[in-house]
């Protein structure tokens, strides 16, 4: 093992700093106390996102500033918080492309929090497990856990629903969402997106369950349709349209009694045999409680 001293996460540059960025962070110590707002000064450079000047933070001014973050990416969502205002990840964040020398920079809105720019996302988990967001076949589960083979779904099937898997739970939508700020127990665009992506989903067949799961007072009938769970999503994830279109399921469900399509196990291939040298996949355990 070698010594030396390790390499910072963000290594600035003083050469190329084009300027002098006012992080104005919200403070909060988590016991209770008043909240407050600390100015940082960001040497900054090119390419350096919130996330990089948070970083930067915590390593040379102060190292009691607390903020989620893990991928840097854009992938796992971690480091949503509000930045000038609005909910943004902070690793696809450039300081630069804001256009100020202040960046205001809290926790996410419409969420508890815990210490500094970490929200409580416990609100965020449980809707999205409230509306079961996996697929069931009532009755058929045998063949779920152990499978005879592949469901059949077309591409324009896949379609009905694919961009609704995009999300990565980063919970930005719901902080964006002005129906959540006034009814807490409002199931939220990110729970209700998943929902419609399960119902639309022909390898599913708890159609009829989900529909009853969000028919309720604080579920889709609550969505006014404001649009700024779209607007704010990272992905390109567009919730509000997902909500219009699980009301027109549960219409359809509710009123018009209408059924839909359910995906069938197709067939194995006949004919057909494993190249020679291919090993045999492992079998599959599921472990009991």
């Known amino acids: 093992m070698t010594g030396g001293t390790p390499k910072p996460l963000v290594d600035v ?18 016991t209770g106390d008043p909240p407050t707002y600390k100015d940082y000064e960001v040497p900054t450079k090119r390419g350096m996102t919130v996330l990089d000047g948070l970083l930067w933070i915590k390593e040379n001014l102060d190292g009691s ?14 480091c949503a918080m509000m930045i ?17 020398s202040v960046v205001v920079v809290e926790p996410l809105k419409n969420y508890p929090v815990v210490k500094d720019l970490v929200p409580a ?37 896949l379609d009905e629903f694919i961009q609704f898997t995009y999300c ?23 729970a209700l997106a998943q929902a419609y992506r399960y119902v639309a989903d022909t390898r599913d067949t708890a159609y009829a ?24 999503c990272p992905k390109g994830v567009d919730p509000a349209f997902a909500i219009q279109l699980l009301k027109k399921k549960v219409f359809q469900h509710r009123v018009l009694g209408k059924k839909r399509k359910v995906a069938r196990v197709a067939p194995k291939p006949t004919g057909v045999s494993r190249r020679p040298n291919v090993p045999e996949p492992p079998a599959r355990t599921v472990k009991s409680d």
């Open 209 to 232: 369950e989900r529909c009853d799961l969000v028919d309720t007072a604080h579920g889709v009938w609550r969505c006014h349709y404001a649009g700024a769970c779209t607007e704010a």
């Open 121 to 157: 996302l416990d609100q965020l988990f449980e809707k999205h497990e409230a509306v079961k967001p996996y697929v069931m076949r009532p009755g058929e589960e045998d063949e779920l856990e152990n499978p005879s083979g592949e469901f059949e779904q077309s591409p324009e099937e």
């Open 84 to 100: 000038n205002g609005k909910p943004r990840l902070a690793c696809q964040t450039q300081i630069l492309d804001l256009q100020t």
């Open 65 to 78: 500033l607390s903020y989620r973050a893990s991928c840097r990416m854009g992938v796992c969502g971690s």
């Open 13 to 30: 540059d003083m050469d190329r700093v084009v300027q002098t960025t006012t992080f104005r962070v919200f403070r909060y110590n988590g």
């Open 168 to 190: 990565i739970k980063c919970g930005i939508c719901l902080a964006a969402c002005p129906t959540v700020a006034s009814d807490p127990l409002f199931l939220g665009p990110q």
